[in-house]
């Protein structure tokens, strides 16, 4: 991709660097990102036109600010690692899949499994996320301000899902270590996954994702707590019939 | 993967830029599926006519001459309007299937791509951007629409294993997923009198649709029906002559996001084909829920 082109962004008075995708290419952006160094200056990027584009913002490794003013496709702000990424607009499929850390945040609603696989960071979704919001999460703190879909937390490792709304059907099933707190109805819970008592340490721990996440109309004594059961954990012999 | 697209007015305004507007979206998906596509357009009821899209691969032999020869086997007022390899023809209602089995009599390589009184369906292998221009579905009006771009898995990239597939009259269907237990249905369908024309799992949802139709079901329970009786991912998008409908399998895998303004109801398999149409800015947009039967009706 020749590096003229990428010279054609240009910065608006608040010194963001300005993206706009009706004029330049994705593949042009998400080079320009992955060319930032430590300690470069270009610390504010503003994306136009995304109109559902896919893989925007994939793979931002510094601690830079992106606003995309619009809706996304598939896997945006994937792999990120210390981007301050905020979509004005809604997710497709994937969103934050496997973010290291830094934090995304969705106003709208996000698709399918956001979060997936994520490792650390933070997610935050305003409107829904659909169904498998978190599955395999492996160190990623995701706050869901309205409900998540089926399969949500699906073999979830670590990290801590927050639902200020409700869940849909099996959420949690095959779950391991991840803190899973949901403030409304549960459809159902899966595999393994049960309702566990809220101590004064999640109460904390719920106090400050609430926080980082900007909410501040919301206690965490209203939410209720779910985890694993630890039943699948080791092959038992009863269940040897079963293969 | 597959892309699938559909849009129904509900503004008379928009309805002369239907085609236009429903080939822009198709095409938006092209990188969902290279092997085939395809589109169905309802147009405006021309009161004492009813439609049969026709396709051949020989089009210049299997045409010429044959609006005559149909007239004449089934003494009514028959017309042709030929497309590249698609051609529609014309005749009284109560001619349609007799003029139906007439051409399948007279041109055995004469596929037959859907009938009705308001439905025209064109499909090829290739491009969305190739099949829209081919037959100029750009310039097409009419009141909703569904269209497809394939990526084959289930059965060979043919211009009959293409969507949508028709298996009832103005009815049919576009489909993203997969079906598993195809060859159980459609022994039962064929059982139940459905004829099929090809091996494919998308065309078993479909009849299993008219099937159910034909028994005094409406779209809404048929539709319905499929969550019970077809196990696989799908996500269908289905036209009827006045409705339109749209579900989702239980796990829903298969992408699906919809948008409703006052103007119209538009599904697309990403948000991608949404982006062009007019105030979508401010339109209703919302992800279909799964196993959960959507439909609209004029």
């Not at chain 1, 992106?66 to 690692?81: F, P």
């Not at chain 2, 979206?25 to 290279?34: E, H, Q, V």
Request: proline share 4%.
């Amino acid at each position: 991709m020749p590096a003229t082109n990428v010279s054609k962004a240009t910065r608006d008075q608040s010194h963001a660097r300005v993206f706009d995708l009706a004029e330049l290419s994705l593949r042009e952006l998400n080079q320009a990102l992955h060319q930032l160094t430590p300690g470069s200056n270009e610390t504010a990027w503003e994306v136009l036109n995304p109109k559902g584009s896919h893989s925007v913002a994939v793979g931002v490794d510094q601690p830079v600010a992106i606003d995309v003013r619009g809706s996304v496709g598939y896997y945006c702000g994937g792999m990120n690692a210390g981007g301050t990424i905020t979509v004005h607009g809604s997710a497709g499929p994937g969103v934050g899949e496997n973010m290291m850390s830094g934090s995304i945040t969705i106003k709208g609603d996000a698709s399918q499994y956001a979060g997936a696989t994520g490792r650390g960071g933070l997610l935050v979704i305003e409107g829904n996320a659909s169904s498998r919001c978190g599955i395999s999460m492996k160190g990623i703190d995701i706050v869901v301000h309205g409900n998540i879909g089926h399969m949500s937390a699906f073999m979830a490792q670590s990290g801590n899902l927050v639902v200020l709304g409700d869940a849909g059907d099996a959420l949690g099933d095959s779950i391991y270590e991840a803190r899973l707190f949901v403030r409304g109805k549960v459809e159902s819970l899966g595999a393994d996954c049960i309702a566990k008592e809220m101590r004064p340490e999640h109460i904390e721990l719920l106090q400050g994702l609430l926080d980082r996440a900007g909410v501040t109309d919301v206690k965490p004594s209203e939410f209720k707590r779910y985890g694993s059961a630890r039943t699948l954990y080791n092959f038992n012999i009863d269940n040897a019939d079963a293969y | 993967m597959c892309g699938i697209v559909g849009l129904f007015l509900k503004d008379k305004a928009l309805e002369p830029k239907l085609g236009a507007m429903l080939s822009e979206m198709l095409i938006s998906l092209s990188d969902r599926g290279p092997d085939s596509a395809g589109i169905a357009i309802y147009g405006a009821p021309s009161g004492n006519e009813a439609k049969i899209t026709i396709q051949s691969a020989k089009p210049e032999r299997d045409f010429r001459g044959l609006d005559a020869e149909v007239a004449k086997a089934i003494g009514a007022p028959v017309s042709i309007a030929v497309k590249s390899t698609h051609a529609v023809i014309r005749t009284t209602p109560a001619k349609i299937d007799e003029a139906r089995e007439t051409i399948q009599a007279l041109r055995p390589d004469i596929r037959i791509m859907g009938a009705g009184d308001v439905v025209e369906i064109y499909k090829e292998v290739g491009l969305p951007e190739a099949v829209v221009e081919r037959f100029d579905v750009r310039s097409m009006t009419g009141t909703h629409g569904i269209g497809h771009t394939r990526m084959a898995t289930e059965s060979a990239v043919t211009t009959m294993g293409a969507h949508p597939f028709s298996t009832g009259a103005d009815q049919c269907l576009v489909h993203n997923g997969s079906l598993s237990n195809h060859n159980n249905v459609r022994r039962e369908l064929i059982r139940d009198g459905m004829k099929f024309e090809t091996e494919n799992d998308t065309e078993v949802a479909a009849a299993y649709l008219s099937s159910k139709m034909a028994h005094g079901k409406n779209l809404g329970e048929a539709l319905e029906g499929t969550l019970s009786d077809l196990d696989g991912f799908f996500t269908f998008v289905v036209g009827t002559k006045n409705g339109f409908g749209v579900v989702r399998d239980p796990i829903a895998c298969k992408p699906a996001v919809m948008a409703e303004t006052d103007q119209y109801v538009a599904f697309g398999s990403e948000y991608r084909a949404l982006t062009k149409l007019p105030g979508i800015d401010n339109a209703r947009v919302w992800e279909p829920e799964p196993a959960t039967v959507y439909f609209w009706e004029h």
